[in-house]
């Protein structure tokens, strides 16, 4: 059984480009959350979602930043127009209903 | 809302003595409570739950957590800290009585175990 799965592991994109990062979660897990990690910030959570249904947004930014989890497939974090300040550590948890979250290993963007 | 609070930013120990980060915790409702542990350049790695029963959780690696409800705490300790121990440790929280909970982390403690 897989873990979480996170793709791709380091991304670089030129400010006002666009960030697609990836999630898969593992075998029979139907939530999933994201969550953003600055040096010396601690783990912020950004979404939580469920297969189709965004369920807490409170997270994430208003503008530039949006999430699924489609029926098919990964869940998609999605940031566009990037900038400098979203440089950071993005990590994908699931878990099953009430269960502890598994993490994957993130993804590093870094905005040039 | 629900919040986790790790008082201290680090946490020095000498290897063979024993460890305690601390973890506080405000939920409206009964809480899941969790301990995850970050090594650098990785995701997160669950050490150990509690959801209900004994108060004292044992997890992975030796390590364990007393849940106390009077003080809203979930200590993580060890009894001989090792070197390799050293990282980053997240207390996080989920309310059980709400259908749907976000997992909340608290800032997290860089523990670091001197030889």
């Known amino acids: 059984n897989a873990g979480v799965m996170q793709n791709p592991r380091h991304l670089v994109r030129r400010r006002g480009q666009e960030a697609r990062l990836r999630c898969s979660p593992m075998?029979?897990?139907?939530?999933v959350y994201w969550y953003r990690q600055l040096p010396e910030e601690g783990l912020k959570f950004m979404v939580y979602?469920?297969?189709?249904?965004?369920?807490?947004e409170s997270g994430m930014p208003k503008e530039r930043f949006s999430a699924e989890f489609p029926k098919e497939g990964p869940s998609i974090l999605r940031i566009q127009q990037v900038v400098r300040g979203d440089s950071a550590a993005y990590f994908c948890?699931?878990?099953?209903?009430?269960?502890?979250?598994?993490f994957g290993q993130g993804t590093r963007l870094t905005v040039v | 809302a629900q919040s986790v609070a790790q008082p201290e930013d680090q946490v020095n120990v000498a290897e063979g003595n024993p460890l305690t980060v601390k973890c506080t915790y405000s939920?409206?409702?009964?809480?899941?409570l969790f301990w995850y542990v970050q090594y650098p350049n990785r995701g997160l790695q669950f050490l150990l739950k509690?959801?209900?029963?004994?108060?004292l959780v044992k997890g992975s690696y030796g390590f364990e957590a007393e849940f106390n409800k009077s003080q809203t705490s979930f200590h993580l300790k060890k009894p001989s800290a090792l070197v390799s121990d050293s990282a980053l440790y997240f207390c996080?929280?989920?309310?059980?009585?709400?259908?749907?909970?976000?997992?909340?982390f608290g800032k997290g403690t860089m523990l670091l175990v001197s030889p």
């Open positions: 996080a929280v989920r309310d059980m009585n709400s259908g749907y909970s976000t997992l909340t």
């Open positions: 948890a699931s878990s099953a209903m009430n269960t502890e979250a598994f």
């Open positions: 979602l469920q297969k189709e249904n965004i369920i807490d």
């Open positions: 509690y959801i209900t029963g004994d108060n």
């Open positions: 075998k029979g897990h139907s939530h």
């Open positions: 939920v409206s409702g009964n809480p899941y």
